[in-house]
């Protein structure tokens, strides 16, 4: 079964449900950023009902290290599938993986040194380490990766190069992550918890109750705050924020929080919907 296909039986079909408008919450977000002097792309989803919006959606904006979600996630289908193995290892080079940054590989690799599959997947995840990105992305081959990408429905995957996305795209890699969990619990168990248990904890969760699970792949260069996920409460939804122009990254990041915590009450005050209960975070 298809993976955009598969996950719409995780969502409940009732009347109750499918009467949700979520016009308020869009307006609301929409009067947050205006007045922020820099560039929000949104997109939200109900999870139990697939039920959303977007602002700015399909906007072509810097991925920075959000593209390492899809990442982990085309490594894990690789292993699943047999065609890889986690103690696979990877030799470093610097001519070719080296970069500045995120990461403690840049620090401590050296030419010849090597590393297993799941040491770099949890790595680039975890602490959003650069040069574990790059050798994930040379071992696997880049036009494989951007391959996968496609397949899994992004629309916008590296144009001319570019390490771009959108908002909807990167909803698609975090709805096919949540697909994956369901078919796959052990390894996919394992990749929501190294989405849970990140070293960069600002954004989507910033402003929730510590105890609220959330799944997420955070991003940022100069002028850019990006996050990405699932917040796991008594009503999940994925909400994808895309920023540009930002005057600080920290800014920008609570900036994120506030409307993770703008989707979050608005989710608090609807009927809990347990699509996911084959993951409850630790």
Known sequence: MPLMLSILSLRSSTPAAREVDYFPLKRQVEEFVQGKGATFAVYFEDLATGKGFGINEDKPMVAASTVKLPMALYINEQVVQGKMRWSDRVAYSRDTDYEEGSGVLRYEARDGDTYSLRLLTNLAITISDNVAFRMLARHVGRDNFIAYMKELGGKTVYPEGKNLTTARDLAVY??????????????????????????????????????????????????????????????????????????????????????????????QGLPPAEVYPYWKGN
């Open 174 to 267: 975090v709805r096919a992550t949540l697909d994956f969990a369901r078919r796959h619990p052990q390894e996919g168990g394992r990749l929501l918890d190294d989405l849970a248990h990140t070293a960069f904890h600002f954004g989507l969760p910033g402003m929730l109750p510590p105890d609220v699970p959330v799944a997420h792949k955070e991003g940022d260069l100069e002028g850019i705050a990006n996050d990405c996920g699932v917040v796991f409460c008594h009503r999940p939804y994925i909400l994808v924020v895309l920023t540009s122009g930002v005057r600080d990254v920290r800014e920008g990041f609570r900036d994120i929080a506030a409307i993770s915590k703008m989707a979050y009450d608005f989710q």
